[in-house]
């Protein structure tokens, strides 16, 4: 009976050993497979308005150039948003050129502000322009 209890004993101690050792080794095999994904690229978006003073009812064009350093980026969104009151407002999109340019054509009925936003893509980061104001002369 004595040698039953010990051998009792000594599978239980032998399949606690299996089990963790079957956890350890589960472990780095998922580790192991991980994706590791690349930081995504700082992007640049550049703004310049053609006028800086239209007269009331004149157009006006908003452009800009979507980059990752030297390489421009072609077929991206960008959207062009107004600045009023503090709060932007998005007022139209378009999809830049084979040379990342991207142009706008506006028509403000007063004094407006605009920026060029960039939502981000897979590996490019999100970016904003700075802000132009396209003054209005009643």
Do not use: C
């Not at 050792?21 to 994904?37: E, F, H, I, K, M």
């Not at 908003?62 to 009151?85: E, P, Y």
């Amino acid at each position: 009976m004595m040698a039953n209890l010990e051998e009792m004993r000594m599978r239980k101690s032998l399949t606690r050993t299996a089990a963790a050792a079957a956890l350890v080794l589960v472990v780095p095999a998922g580790v192991a497979n991980a994706t590791v994904r690349p930081a995504p690229a700082r992007a640049t978006l550049s703004i310049a308005e053609s006028r800086t003073l239209v007269w009331s009812g004149r157009d006006d064009v908003i452009a800009g150039t979507l980059a990752t350093g030297r390489q421009s980026l072609a077929g991206r969104v960008v959207f062009l948003d107004r600045l009023a009151g503090g709060k932007l407002t998005q007022v139209k999109s378009a999809v830049t050129g084979k040379r990342g340019g991207v142009s706008f054509v506006v028509r403000p009925g007063t004094t407006a502000r605009y920026e060029l936003v960039f939502k981000g893509a897979a590996l490019v980061a999100p970016a904003h322009s700075g802000v132009v104001t396209v003054r209005v002369i009643p």
